[in-house]
Nanobody
Framework: QVQLVESGGALVQPGGSLRLSCTASDFTLDYYAIGWFRQAPGKEREGVSCIRSTFSYSDRDTLYTDSVKGRFTISRDNAKNMVYLQMTSLKPEDTAVYYC????????????????WGKGTPVTVSS
């Protein structure tokens, strides 16, 4: 069973920064597009960001939901088999459990093709 593992969640003050990490054992992340999702208490899970596989070809390398554009940056380190979500200018409304997921389509077409998921890491933005 393929399992992704997230880390880096923490309590952070508004305006602060945090970097989340996603990795997997026995599973090459670069064979997939990798997405970050979040689910706040009482709300539905939403797609936050996506980065395409380097084994794909597209004029769009990444995808962001509007509420995080300019604040969050997704990136890969294929040598380490890692995908990161750098979050800056954090707001209380960013509080959620954050999940990474893998899309076998390899492209960031949308947030609906994810096949494999991690168990999440909690992020709390509060003073």
């Amino acid at each position: 069973q393929v399992q992704l593992v997230e880390s880096g969640g923490a309590l952070v003050q508004p305006g602060g920064s945090l970097r989340l990490s996603c990795t997997a054992s026995d599973f090459t992340l670069d064979y997939y597009a990798i997405g970050w999702f979040r689910q706040a208490p009482g709300k539905e899970r939403e797609g936050v960001s996506c980065i395409r596989s380097t084994f794909s070809y597209s004029d769009r390398d990444t995808l962001y939901t509007d509420s995080v554009k300019g604040r969050f940056t997704i990136s890969r380190d294929n040598a380490k088999n890692m995908v990161y979500l750098q979050m800056t200018s954090l707001k209380p409304e960013d509080t959620a459990v954050y999940y990474c997921a893998a899309d076998p389509r390899r492209l960031c077409i949308d947030f609906y093709g994810m096949k494999f998921w991690g168990k999440g890491t909690p992020v709390t933005v509060s003073s």
